[in-house]
């Protein structure tokens, strides 16, 4: 069992920027793939970006070249920065974990890009 703690959403304006956050409850060292997905309202949820414990990323189209996941093992949490914000970013964001061969989720924190 995996509790995923995440923090960061907010309202931000257009073009501005916003940094999530999730920490797991076991080490990162335990978990191979971390992600974020998001949802907005009346949409299916969607893979927002992924990384391996060997630092292997992956984004989703829209997003490349403005968000950036990372992972800090020392630290153990996993990070989304996320830059250069539309209103279409707005969604509910939910970190996600794999962790022997089970997935797991985050509550979700709520981002809304809005001017």
């Known amino acids: 069992q995996v509790q995923l703690v995440e923090s960061g959403g907010g309202l931000v304006q257009p073009g501005g920027s916003l940094r999530l956050s999730c920490v797991p409850s076991?080490?990162?060292?335990?978990?191979?793939?971390m992600a974020w997905y998001r949802q907005a309202l009346g949409k299916q949820r969607e893979l927002v970006a992924n990384?391996?414990?060997?630092?292997?990323?992956n984004y989703l189209e829209s997003v490349k070249g403005r968000f950036t996941i990372t992972r800090d093992n020392a630290k153990n949490t996993v990070d989304l920065q996320m830059n250069s914000l539309e209103v279409e970013d707005t969604a509910v964001y939910y970190c996600?974990?794999?962790?022997?061969?089970?997935?797991?989720w985050g509550q979700g924190t709520q981002v809304t890009i809005s001017s």
């Open positions: 076991v080490s990162l060292f335990r978990i191979y793939v």
């Open positions: 990384i391996t414990s060997g630092g292997t990323t």
């Open positions: 996600n974990a794999v962790f022997n061969g089970f997935l797991f």
